[in-house]
């Protein structure tokens, strides 16, 4: 083993000591004490452990999304030809399917925008405050997806 490659281990082992005292709930404080190293270095351990960690959980999220996205492919490719099936019943269940892999995709690929509402009286004047129980329970029904009155 090179020198480059023991000093690589006793990082590794120092900062893998660190993360696990963080784990267990010990202060920064606590573990540069514990292992007789500086506060900024405990500091960067630990967060080189963090980094480390997100970056596997980005990469596994990735290869998750792309199996994800494979396999919608392969359903719309299997559903697109029964879009010219002569039974219309037939044409209209892969149009429904096809658009729920699509809606799928856009939500697995975060390209559904919030959507805004904003709650107002009656022709969108400002709410009178007069029955705060009929308000909460306009809010709750306008969340549930309850179209709002007079519409």
Do not use: Y
Request: charged share 30%; with cysteine.
């Amino acid at each position: 083993m090179s020198v480059n490659d023991a000093m690589t281990a006793a990082i590794e082992d120092r900062r893998a000591k660190a993360w696990a005292l963080r784990v267990a709930g010990s202060t920064l404080r606590e573990i540069a004490a514990k292992l007789g190293i500086s506060l900024g270095l405990a500091h960067r351990d630990c967060e080189a452990v963090l980094d480390r960690t997100r970056a596997e959980a980005n990469e596994s999220a990735e290869r998750h999304t792309a199996i994800v996205l494979d396999r919608i492919d392969r359903c719309i490719a299997v559903l697109m030809p029964m879009l010219d099936d002569p039974d219309p019943e037939v044409a209209m269940h892969a149009m429904d399917r096809i658009d729920k892999f699509d809606r799928q995709r856009a939500t697995l690929l975060g390209l559904n925008a919030p959507m805004r509402q904003e709650i107002s009286g009656p022709g969108g004047a400002p709410i009178e405050i007069d029955d705060r129980a009929a308000l909460i329970a306009r809010i709750a029904g306008l969340t549930a997806g309850e179209p709002p009155e007079g519409a």
